[in-house]
């Protein structure tokens, strides 16, 4: 069978790249300590699981719209922790099968392709620049949308930003949001990280002081796995211009994209409780307070990081690869910056999703 492979179109998959460095760190006689991925390690919460099981007698198929109670949870959770008041649940909110899936397909899913740019930031989370590719579109990152001189279709923003932790202000979003309305973009606001700030407070594309209570050309991106630890479960929803969340509903129906009924019975009720994701905070808090500290004396220099799940590190003797290297040895295994674009070819990503046990292990051995 002879055919034109749609993987040759797309930008290598950066983690192949740590193999020899993740073997080196797990030669450590005391273990690796993978800070490398942010993968969620700690407990779904028990009330998410009661929920899940609740709801696992579920033979019919599940509608794309989605559940009325899940959608409704995710509104009352915009409200409430967000402060994005007016969203209609039934026309502006779509559960998704996680938020990379929306964003691999959202350029494809509405039609967007060879001729098209897609900017996307200058320091970012690959998929972006993935799903541009897979719609044989042109993706040109940038580190301010607003200053793109040429047509666009599509402009991604992510705050707090995957890897740096950088948090956009709610002037700059709302000189964002006034730019592609004025030039017909779509402006597409990752905020899978909204809920972790630490320096700074993370604003949504949708509040009214950056959008003017208008959803038009915005949508708002939105993930369970690092507020909840789902990330295994694959929830997460798109809210905004009803008009673009409705042409995604009329495609996503035909392809089949459809979040499980219990998955959105489990979505409904992480999104209905706010105390378990306070006391993830504070998990996470602790980690990044004592790696900051250990990192720091050992000679990296922490920058930005001011919320999500990452501390963003250089060292004035290394490159990123030389970090990655220079903490393997010490059975650290971290993602070198140079993943996420040029702009990051001195820095290293360090991840907060490690147990306990496993950041201590790592600021020992850095203390060392």
Known sequence: MTFAPTSSRLPDFPWDKLAPYKQK?????????DLSIGSPVDPVPDLVKQALAAAADAP????????????????DWMARRLGVPGVD???????????????MLLPTLLGIGSGDTVLIPDLAYPTYEAGAALARATSVPVADPTTYDGPVRVAYLNSPRNPS?????????RTAVEWARANNV??????????????????????????GGSFDNLLAVHSLSKRSNLAGYRAGFVAGDEAVVGELLAVRK??????????????????????????QRARYLRRRTVLRQALTDAGWTITLSQGGLYLWAEHPAYDSYESVAALADRGILVAPGAFYGTAGERHIRVALTATDERVDAAVKRLQE
Do not use: F
């Not at 797990?26 to 690796?32: K, L, N, Q, S, T």
């Not at 019919?60 to 509104?75: E, H, I, K, N, W």
């Not at 779509?186 to 009214?208: K, N």
């Open 25 to 33: 760190a797990a030669a450590h006689p005391d273990g690796i300590v």
């Open 60 to 75: 019919a198929y599940p509608t794309t719209l989605g559940t009325t109670s899940a959608r409704q949870a995710a509104v």
């Open 89 to 103: 649940p039934q026309t502006a909110v779509l559960p998704v099968i996680g938020t990379k899936e929306l964003i």
């Open 165 to 173: 932790g950088e948090i956009t202000s709610a002037a700059d979003l």
């Open 186 to 211: 779509l402006l597409v606001s990752d905020e899978c990280y909204i809920e972790l700030g630490w320096d700074a407070q993370p604003v949504s594309v949708l509040h009214p002081e950056v959008c």
């Open 254 to 279: 035909h392809a089949g994209l459809m979040v499980p009924a219990p998955i959105q019975a489990a979505m409904a009720a992480a999104l209905a409780d706010d105390a378990h994701v306070d006391e």
